[in-house]
């Protein structure tokens, strides 16, 4: 099938012309006659807990297909306060990975290239660009607007670092988050986690900082519930000390981001202009994302916490759905797999 996505195209193509394939065909049922909303998502309700993390919903146009697809739970692809450019071209490649992709295997470099056969493992890389707030809100209220009964937009946004300091960066991150407040969206989504920034310490792993944050966040937004997007943490005691700074602050978890990896062509040379290291996500880190799930569910129990866990990474089957809830996520999100299957969310529906 073809992806919603077209990687043969620029992120600026696709965010003016997509989205393409199954999701610009009409829609039989139409999200309308998507039934009781029969389960909760951070207390509110759903049809089904279950849609497309942050990133391959360029914008409105994108949202609005997927809620109409049956995607019940999508997140709008961060934000920032002010308008950033995109990483150059390509930004999405096919990678190729034999099994998982462990820590061990991440330290060596993988081969990638525009061959995206299964088991499907991609890289993205675009530097999370954003147009400028004028231009972001009103689509962003757009999005909100095209949820029907029982679906939820969520707002995702991430702080910018400038020169002024740990204040300015903790007072764009409210800044960023009243905007998307602004815009109507029901439920936040604050990305720690974004290899593709250009430095390997990811925010979500510097946990003074982020509870400094996140208490200058929870002041501005009150009650709307914010959900906090995290990286692979190999170091399970770096984790639980991230929830229990956290767990008081937060609606809930959202993991895995991206795993990032050294990419060269199949003849060895750096893949992508500019950059050698790029978020691999897709069938290799599916790993990742259940492994996360389990022990953000035994933090949450063994610490007494009442947080929602979002479970991402690899999900391209209704059965990786149920693994994941089973494992302790109250809500599932597939990227990779929903781009290149644009019929998921109907073929969830009928197991959830
Ligand atoms: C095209 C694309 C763009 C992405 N952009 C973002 C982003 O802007 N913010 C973010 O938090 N994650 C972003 N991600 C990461 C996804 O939300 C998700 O965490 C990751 O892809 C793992 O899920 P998957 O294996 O289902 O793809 C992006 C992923 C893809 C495929």
Known sequence: MDPFYDPALSYEQNYVRGPFGVFVEPVADGPMLAG????????IPVRTPFGIPAGPLLNARFAAAAFAHGFDVCVYKTVRTRAHACHPFPNVLAVHVDGDLTPERARRPLVADDDFAEPRSISNSFGVPSRDPDRWQPDMAAAVAAAATG????????????????????????????????????????????????????LCFDVPRVRRILEAVKEEIGDVPLLVKLAHFPDNDALRTLVAATATLVAGYSAINTIPARLVTPGGAQALPGRDVSGVCGAAIRWAGLDMVRRLARARDDLGHDVAIVGVGGVTTPADVLALRAAGADAVMSATGAMWNPNLGHEVRAVL
């Open 151 to 202: 679906q939820v937009l969520v707002g995702g946004f991430q702080g910018t670092k400038g020169d002024g300091g740990a204040g300015a960066y903790v007072a764009d991150h409210v800044r960023a988050a009243r905007l998307v407040v602004e815009t109507g969206a029901p439920v936040l989504e604050l990305n720690l986690s974004c290899p593709n920034e250009g430095t390997s310490a990811l």
């Open 36 to 43: 009781d909303p029969a389960h909760r998502f951070v207390g």
